[in-house]
């Protein structure tokens, strides 16, 4: 049974994502149908308080699911620095590479965005 308030928020709220209607969202280490965690959803949805409720209750920031993409990759694809700084500073592996051999930082090159690569290459 879930104590944390704020957890139990998150993880009820992610339950209605139709990737979970046939699982169990008990834990902020949920995962959905397709090998994505919740942590992966929160990212996608720029969820960024839901990120932190899910990193504060020990959601995997590392965890490999579609095509080996991290919440990391994610967050680099969508040029989201802030969500990148949270997944960084919470212990995101910046040198993951996916099925591709992709690392987060390739995959921000796409953007083009001197911030957000000059950020993942000091990490």
């Known amino acids: 049974m879930v104590q944390n ?4 928020d998150i993880l009820a709220r992610y339950q209605e994502y139709p990737l979970f209607d ?3 969202v008990e834990d902020a280490n949920a995962i959905a149908v397709d090998g994505e965690s919740i942590l992966h959803k929160a990212v996608m949805m720029k969820d960024v ?3 932190k409720v899910l990193l504060d209750n020990a959601a995997d920031p590392n965890h490999a699911g579609n095509m080996g993409d991290t919440p990391l990759h994610q967050a680099a694809f969508n040029n989201n620095l802030e969500i990148v700084e949270i997944l960084v500073n919470r212990g995101a592996v910046v040198n993951a590479q996916n099925e591709y051999g992709e690392t987060p930082t390739d995959l921000a090159k796409a953007h083009k965005s001197n911030v957000l690569l000059d950020y993942l290459r000091q990490h």
């Open 49 to 51: 308080e839901g990120i």
């Open 5 to 8: 308030e704020q957890l139990k």
């Open 22 to 24: 046939s699982c169990t």
